[in-house]
């Protein structure tokens, strides 16, 4: 347990899925960015999700990279395996092959493509939880559109006792964060999504924790558990240096992967920056204003300290 007396809690990365020059999956390069999360002294990763590309994989290649962070793993953190898919028979056939391989959660992205009543998505999601007794997170991800309620979430988990965790991705959720902590009794585990980007105003709301990409999770741990004690100065000096780069990525879900894989090269962790197509390729300005805000993020972890924490790629 964790100091929110949650099995993880502080940030929790996704890895990203790195491919070699013919779009294989580098099983290589997943290992040892595995070994870079256990630097970061995370709780847990999850892979396969939105920043791990995973709606470029195969079925087989999705449990296939989960039982690799497993096995790398080994036990020194906890391994969230994500299950996304339209369909809750497929992904209740994922999470039980996930758990198989060693899996100690697995999460699922609600489906979004078209909307649903919340009586047939509380089916759904009910129809997934059922199929497996292990903690489960729930990711909700639903740009311009509506995300649960805390009333929906107070049903869905009483109903289904391994709802374990939420993950939301939206603006403006503090009043929201604190309703679901109060209507769960605090049973769910609040996290945040959006690189992080909210983390500081959702921190006095109750999250546990944030799940970013794997790039600064060892700085963006220390913002959290700076301002989770009340240092907040300190967590807001490293904190407002990284924005910038935040924002950049998450104008687009490609431009994200692009700017999550170079960074990764940038502090020595990853050779090979490919991403599966269709994948977005940036011009030459954004190009060039990304170099820049890398400079500024590695004389960042260097002030914090962590510039020792490199690799050898």
Not at 11 to 28: H, K, N, R
């Amino acid at each position: 347990m964790n100091a929110n007396g949650k099995d993880i809690g502080g940030v929790v990365p996704i890895i990203p899925v790195p491919f070699d020059a013919g779009e294989s999956v580098d099983e290589g390069a997943l290992r040892r960015l595995v070994d870079f999360a256990v630097a970061c002294k995370v709780d847990a990763v999850c892979l396969p999700a939105y920043g791990s590309e995973f709606y470029k994989l195969s079925e087989e290649e999705r449990t296939r990279v989960v039982a690799v962070a497993v096995e790398q793993a080994a036990g020194r953190l906890k391994v969230v395996a994500q299950c996304n898919h339209g369909s809750s028979r497929v992904a209740s056939s994922l999470a039980r092959s996930n758990l198989e391989a060693g899996a100690d959660l697995v999460s699922i992205a609600i489906p979004r493509q078209f909307p649903v009543p919340d009586e047939d998505l509380l089916r759904f999601l009910a129809a997934f939880l059922d199929s497996f007794t292990a903690p489960c997170l729930l990711q909700d991800f639903n740009p311009g559109g509506p995300t649960l309620s805390a009333a929906f979430l107070a049903r869905l988990r009483a109903q289904c006792p391994n709802l374990a965790y939420l993950k939301l991705e939206e603006p403006l959720s503090a009043s929201k964060v604190a309703a679901m902590a109060e209507a769960t009794g605090g049973e769910v585990g609040i996290l945040t999504g959006w690189g992080g980007l909210y983390m500081m105003e959702l921190i006095p709301a109750g999250i546990c924790g944030l799940m970013p990409g794997l790039g600064l999770a060892d700085l963006q741990n220390r913002i959290f558990w700076l301002a989770k004690e009340g240092d907040t100065d300190r967590a807001f000096h490293f904190f407002e240096r990284i924005v910038p780069l935040l924002f950049l990525s998450l104008q687009h879900l490609e431009l994200y992967h692009y700017c999550e894989k170079r960074l990764l090269q940038a502090r020595g962790w990853l050779e090979e920056t490919h991403c599966r197509q269709a994948a977005y390729r940036p011009d030459v300005y954004t190009r060039g204003h990304l170099e820049r805000l890398l400079k500024r993020v590695l004389r960042t972890l260097e002030d914090a300290g962590l510039g020792s924490l490199k690799g050898e790629g």
